[in-house]
Each structure stands twice: as C-alpha cells, then as structure tokens.
C-alpha cells in the first residue's frame, strides 16, 4: 500500500510570499489532516477533513492560511502572506476509522520564512 | 492546561538494554485512546502501539510495549532491547471519546549510544 505522500519535501520563501503543499491520502482514506509542526514541538491539528467536507479547522489561521481537498482526496494547504513564525514541518495525515487505528502521516513539508 | 505531558526533553540509552519513556495525560472523558509515535530524522510519524482507555492489559508490539496505569493517568512506552535505529523523537498522543483528532505530547528525543 501506497504511504501518504506530501509535496514538495522542502520550501524556502520570504516572509509575505505565498506558499502551497499538496498532500495525498492513502486511497480509501476518507480522513485527511494538517498539522503544523514547530521545531522541538509536538504536532498541532490545523484542519480535519472527512471526504471533502470541513470538520474540524478551529486552529487554523484562517487570516493566513486556506485549506481545501476536491474531490474527496488530495488536499493542498496554503499560507498567504507568510510569516516568520510560520517555519516550521507541515505534516499531512490520512485515516481510515475512528479506533485502535494510528494515522499515517506523511514525510512532511519543511517550511522556512526568511 | 496540558494534555499531554512528557518530562523528559531527551534519554540516552546503551544499546541492548531497555529504557522507558514517560508520558501522562489529562482527560475528564472515560473513552479515550492512547498512541505513541516515532519521528526519525527523515520526518515522517511512524505509528508505535495503542491503548484504548478499557482495555484491560497492557498493549505489547514487538519490542515495544506500553506500561498503562490508568489510575495515576500514564502511559509509558517501554523498548526492549534497544537498536541504534531506535534513535528518534517519540511522541506520546492521545484521542478523546469519538473525536478524530489527536493531542500530542511536546515529546522525548531518544539516544541510543553503542
């Protein structure tokens, strides 16, 4: 089986340009997550999708940072304008059930805003 | 507050010996899972073992396992036996009730010496 593949593997931008990773689930993976991860931090949820619908996005940047997923399965995760504190690994993640049953997450997408 | 907490920001170990890694957690909710990851340097989160709040034994993976003492509200990893490749950040995470989404620990940068 396929892992999560996410896109591209690294990103170096000025602060106040725009910035979009792409992320593909697993197939059948009706879940699909962001989270942002800040160096020596544990990962923090950014968005939850469930198909293509929204279900979770409270911690989300929305003045910065959009999100979608057409079609029920890639998504991509944009950031427009940057920040410095923006830098940080942007972990994909898909999931098939709610359970005894990790996520598979992605390689990630190191992000630095100089 | 703190979900999820994890006291110790690095462990080294000598390979071939055993080390545990703490975690405690917080939650009011009877029904919750708890995870723990392996993040290489390569970046990815790689899925370790899990145990649901119910379950009565504690969870065994390989050379892993899990010391859950659902009283005092922890759930520490336990590696046997330690490799080189064992070196790596280790996230301890936990899932709520039904939600989806997980919390993570700040997390436990491992060593393992020859």
């Known amino acids: 089986e396929a892992g999560v593949a996410q896109s591209p593997r690294y990103k170096i931008i000025e602060k106040r340009q725009s910035v979009a990773f792409w992320c593909n689930p697993i197939s059948g993976h009706a879940t699909l997550y962001w989270y942002q991860q800040i160096l020596g931090q544990g990962p923090k949820l950014l968005i939850q999708?469930?198909?293509?619908?929204?279900?979770?996005d409270s911690q989300l940047p929305k003045d910065r940072f959009s999100a979608e997923r057409l079609k029920g399965v890639d998504s991509t995760l944009k950031i427009q304008p940057a920040k410095l504190e923006d830098s940080a690994v942007y972990l994909c993640a898909s999931s098939l059930v709610t359970g005894r049953d990790g996520y598979t997450f992605g390689s990630g997408t190191r992000l630095t805003v100089v | 507050a703190q979900k999820i907490t994890q006291t110790q920001p690095g462990m080294f170990v000598q390979e071939k010996e055993a080390v545990t890694l703490d975690c405690t957690y917080d939650t009011s909710d009877p029904s919750y899972g708890l995870f723990w990851y392996k993040q290489p340097s390569s970046g990815e989160m790689i899925f370790l073992i899990y145990q649901g709040s119910y379950d009565q034994q504690n969870a065994t993976e390989g050379r892993y396992s899990l010391n859950f003492q659902k009283a005092r509200k922890s759930a520490n990893l336990v590696i046997s036996a330690s490799q080189l490749g064992d070196s790596a950040m280790y996230f301890c995470?936990?899932?709520?009730?039904?939600?989806?989404?997980?919390?993570f620990g700040p997390g436990t940068r491992l060593s393992v010496l020859p």
């Open positions: 995470a936990m899932r709520e009730g039904q939600g989806q989404n997980f919390v």
């Open positions: 999708f469930q198909n293509n619908g929204v279900v979770d």
